[in-house]
């Protein structure tokens, strides 16, 4: 008997132990971890800069609440509006809560109340994030959604273009969706969208939750594209597992959210700090940054080499570090195997397969999970770790 909630279809698997880019179970098999918490530990598991700032902070002060002046989070935030266009940042607990910010400041900053997103998205599960996912899986017996949201199709500029309307408050899209599939945007769209936002007077908002803090190769995915949304909003990453989130907005928007308008308890509190500073001070080196493109490029060019031949392989998808696989069969055929080799990935939906390695992966470790991965695509169980 269990007494949690079955939310989760739980994996049989029970961690005990992890290092770096590997995990280790209870009965003491070892695994090569390209789920990373779902994009989470960047850094890999347990990183030591991390662990020392933290340490450190246990030793002095754990929460205050947010009445008090913190200097670590004046730090975080700047190393946030450093490497993006935004000027001030909110500190949430989660991708979602940061999401539910952004939500409420553009209809608190342009006061018109319509959010447009697009289908298959995912932007979390309150009920305002959830009602932004256009997806109806997520939807399904909630009851009445969040009114005012409207989906378009994603990738799909002339559908952007023919939007219209006067109570547009903003458009909120995933520069690569994620959970959708591992769909990278066409540069096309997201140039459609920035051009209609401005012509609605409306917000252009980004979800990084999955996408940020390094994970395709510069401090955010949409600094590919040249784009310049007014809000950003960050989470998974920023912590290295400890609970943590951000909204990162532009100027103008400042007065929006002033004293009494937003809050959060937990947000912001010492301990997250401390691991999302020293967090950031790795992954926003240049040379950091650098380094998980050319592993992204590795990555990607050896999956479409060692499978070119898989049957069961379609497509090879995405940005960065944050990579899918496409198949012409359920992903759950391929993930249970794969476990068995000692590999963990994750799905994308019903029939992708989804790669997200630790940003400090090595080239070695890289190689390994090419052979395992090809080991399985290609039904030749001859492979084991």
């Not at 132990?17 to 995990?23: L, Y």
């Not at 030591?48 to 205050?64: S, Y």
């Not at 950003?232 to 959210?257: C, Q, R």
Request: hydrophobic fraction near 45%; charge should be negative; include cysteine.
């Amino acid at each position: 008997m269990s007494y949690l909630f079955p939310t989760y279809a739980k994996w049989n698997v029970e961690i005990e132990k992890a290092e770096g880019s590997f995990v280790f179970d209870a009965e003491g098999k070892k695994y090569l971890d390209f789920v990373t918490g779902i994009a989470v530990c960047n850094l890999g598991h347990c990183p030591k800069q991390v662990a020392d700032a933290v340490k450190e902070q246990l030793e002095k002060v754990w929460h205050v609440s947010n009445l008090f002046y913190i200097p670590l989070q004046e730090e975080v935030a700047k190393q946030l509006v450093e490497h993006s266009c935004g000027d001030a940042v909110f500190f949430a607990n989660s991708g979602a809560e940061a999401n539910e910010a952004a939500i409420k400041l553009a209809r608190k900053h342009t006061g018109k109340h319509k959010i447009v997103t697009f289908y298959k998205s995912f932007h979390g599960r309150t009920f305002a994030t959830m009602t932004a996912t256009a997806q109806e899986k997520v939807h399904n017996g909630f009851g009445p959604l969040v009114p005012t949201f409207e989906y378009l199709p994603y990738n799909d500029p002339d559908a952007v273009a023919k939007l219209q309307g006067d109570d547009i408050a903003a458009i909120m899209l995933e520069v690569v969706q994620g959970e959708g599939g591992v769909i990278p945007a066409k540069l096309e769209f997201l140039q459609a969208v920035e051009a209609k936002c401005k012509e609605l007077e409306a917000l252009f908002i980004i979800d990084e939750v999955q996408t940020g803090i390094g994970r395709t190769g510069k401090a955010f995915a949409y600094q590919h594209y040249g784009l310049s949304p007014d809000i950003i909003t960050v989470a998974k990453g920023l912590g290295s597992g400890f609970p943590v989130g951000a909204m990162i907005g532009k100027k103008e928007l400042i007065n929006s959210f002033s004293a009494g308008s937003h809050g959060s308890t937990f947000g912001g509190n010492y301990l997250a700090m401390a691991a999302a500073k020293a967090t950031l001070d790795t992954i926003f080196d240049p040379s950091f940054l650098k380094g998980v493109e050319e592993k992204g490029n590795r990555l990607f060019y050896g999956l479409t080499e060692c499978l070119r031949d898989a049957p069961i392989v379609k497509s090879i998808r995405g940005l960065g570090l944050l990579l899918g696989v496409e198949l012409n069969t359920n992903v759950n055929d391929v993930l249970a195997p794969l476990r068995q080799k000692g590999f963990l990935a994750l799905p994308a939906g019903s029939n992708v397969l989804r790669l997200l390695p630790p940003l400090t992966v090595a080239n070695d470790e890289i190689d390994l999970a090419l052979d395992i991965l090809s080991s399985v695509m290609k039904k030749d169980t001859a492979y084991s770790l």
